[in-house]
């Protein structure tokens, strides 16, 4: 149960490694915009799940901390992410913002019945190391001019892992109210849109496409996905598993001709790949005994 569940959680992995490539397919749509639009998308599942087992929409009535919570990690990342990256250098701020991983698996020591081993942290680091090889590229220039951005990227990082950590304590809250969660944090974007943004739509069916693949899997899905891999499964694994999602999406845009492979990428494949290995010995360990 506890590794189907993990898997269930790492597909949410695989679909944001498609954020970037649906994001830059999506044309010049403002953020906050897109936002809105997105996670109106990704709330359709859930408004179809309700509409044809209305008796499900109980599972709204929840207390005010949960959804406090779920709006808070979902519309708070956003904003924070969006806000550090108007305010820095994309390359510094989102490996601030990438801290999140390793936040996670530390910070499930915390968590009743987890216990932090050495390989989870190792296996983080790990990630963290091989992510750094792919957005420093061109190498780092931390400069304090761009102070702002790289606090609120760093509360980005603490953002998306205190509401991961918190999920995991409201592991009996069904996953239906996340559809309630994408529903508030459209408005609040739809807001912030208003509020500091101009209005620019796509121009081609295309772009059009990659609007609504964006709601439908990376800001849309992946989050139903994820709320219920780190409520039943491993959160440390998955923790340490969320470096593959740079990685991949770096191989993605590879793929389809935005980049090209090289000795750095490798390495960087390797750093993550047994980060993630190493972290999951326990799981795999298991796994085996089972089997003998």
Same mark, same amino acid.
């Given at each position: ?119 989870? #942290? ?11 090889? #792919? ?99 491993? #959160? ?18 590879? #793929? ?37």
């Amino acid at each position: 149960m506890k590794t189907k569940a993990t898997l269930i959680g790492f597909t949410a992995i695989l679909m944001w490694s498609f954020l970037a490539l649906m994001t830059a397919a999506s044309g010049t749509m403002p953020p906050f915009q897109l936002s809105a639009i997105t996670f109106a998308i990704g709330s359709l599942p859930g408004i179809l799940l309700f509409i044809a087992r209305p008796e499900r929409l109980k599972e709204l009535r929840q207390p005010p901390k949960v959804w406090l919570a779920g709006i808070g990690g979902l519309f708070g990342y956003h904003f924070l992410y969006f806000t550090a990256l108007r305010n820095a250098p994309a390359v510094e701020a989102g490996l601030i913002a990438y801290l999140w991983p390793l936040l996670i698996v530390v910070g499930s020591a915390l968590l009743p019945g987890e216990r932090l081993g050495w390989h989870h #942290i190792v296996g983080a680091l790990c990630g963290l190391a091989g992510t750094a090889l #792919i957005v420093g590229k061109n190498g780092f220039a931390f400069d304090p001019a761009y102070s702002l951005g790289y606090f609120t990227a760093l509360l980005c990082a603490f953002t998306w892992a205190a509401y991961s950590l918190i999920s995991r304590k409201f592991e009996k809250v069904s996953t239906d109210v996340v559809t309630g969660f994408c529903l508030a944090t459209s408005a609040l974007s739809l807001l912030c849109h208003l509020a500091l943004e101009t209005t620019v739509w796509p121009d081609t069916t295309a772009q059009w496409a990659a609007v609504i693949g964006l709601g439908l899997l990376p800001v849309g899905l992946a989050f139903y996905v994820w709320d219920y891999g780190v409520k039943n499964g491993d #959160i440390q694994i998955l923790g340490v598993s969320s470096y593959a999602a740079p990685l991949l999406s770096t191989l993605i845009l590879i #793929i389809f001709g935005f980049g090209e492979i090289s000795v750095r990428i490798g390495l960087s494949c390797l750093l993550i790949t047994g980060g993630a290995v190493l972290a999951a010995r326990d799981m795999v360990f298991r796994k085996s005994e089972r089997a003998t």
